[in-house]
């Protein structure tokens, strides 16, 4: 409407304009029907501009809504977008847990072994159901669990072991106050001496073991279980110098040193274990000592 009445003013002055001149206005004072003319023209020119001005709000309207329908289709299709977006953040995440390797026993174990570090655990190995209850003190990356024994009021060394966690069977049910109960199937490596610690942080500051210098066997005995090939034995042998020291090595991988109570005391353990496991005792038999030993 303001484009009309613009359009109207700019019309209007060009007509007074033109009028002003002296011969048309001479003409138009000499011809009375156009002073009538010129009377009835806004009448007709304001309908004529309104027609227009008409026609160019309906366009506009119509580009309006045009404009307007565009806003909802481009929101629908943004909304459509982030739906699209989302759905693919949801496959990719289900073909990120697909592909995901899954864990295997030993890590199973290994997690469940790292839960309890510092804890005392009921270990059974084979038939024998050790009798300590080892300290879980460490899982390494590898899986491989370390079992620590303090020296205690049975035996005046300590010493560890360790398994790899594909070789272990878990229980989690409490026995007493340790609360796994661990089954060894195979040991890794052989059990390490560790002098007479009492605490796992204290393997760092052990001195130098000695050297023990071995001597004839002191004392020996084997043992077989009725029905399995399965077999035992235990072997003493006294030092090579005379002194109050012996080594004990059992078919199980232990090796243990220590004067004749000490080696007696484990050896009398160990044939306990045995004989509780189902093992009878086969050969023994005694060698040359200096020092008595008490092994019945």
Not at 10 to 18: H, S
């Amino acid at each position: 409407m303001k484009r009309a009445f613009a359009i109207t003013a700019v019309a209007a002055l060009l007509v007074v304009t033109v009028l002003l001149h002296s011969a048309i206005k001479d003409f138009i004072w000499t011809h009375p029907w156009w002073h009538s003319f010129l009377v009835a023209l806004p009448m007709i020119a304001l309908p004529v501009l309104a027609y227009f001005e008409l026609c160019h709000s309906a366009e506009a309207n119509t580009l309006r809504a045009d404009a307007n329908s565009l806003r909802v289709e481009a929101n629908n299709l943004h909304k459509r977008i982030a739906e699209l977006e989302e759905e693919r953040n949801r496959h990719l995440q289900q073909i990120a847990r697909n592909t995901e390797r899954p864990l295997t026993q030993a890590e199973r174990n290994a997690g469940v072994l790292r839960k309890h570090l510092g804890a005392n655990v009921s270990v059974t190995e084979g038939q024998t159901k050790w009798s300590n209850a080892p300290e879980i003190v460490e899982v390494s990356d590898d899986s491989i669990v370390t079992l620590f024994t303090p020296r205690g009021d049975s035996w005046s060394f300590a010493w560890c072991v360790r398994v790899h966690c594909a070789e272990l069977e878990i229980t989690d049910i409490p026995q007493g106050s340790c609360p796994l109960q661990l089954t060894v199937i195979k040991r890794y490596g052989p059990s390490v001496k560790l002098g007479e610690i009492t605490k796992w942080a204290d393997r760092f500051q052990l001195a130098a073991t000695p050297t023990f210098a071995k001597g004839s066997i002191a004392y020996y005995a084997t043992y077989s279980k009725p029905g399995s090939p399965d077999t035992r034995s235990l072997y003493v042998y006294a030092s090579g110098d005379g002194s109050n020291t012996f080594m004990l090595t059992a078919s199980a991988g232990e090796t243990v040193t220590g004067d004749n109570i000490e080696i007696s005391k484990r050896f009398m353990a160990l044939q306990i274990e045995y004989e509780a496991a189902g093992f009878q005792r086969g050969g023994s038999g005694t060698g040359s000592s200096l020092h008595q030993l008490f092994i019945r």
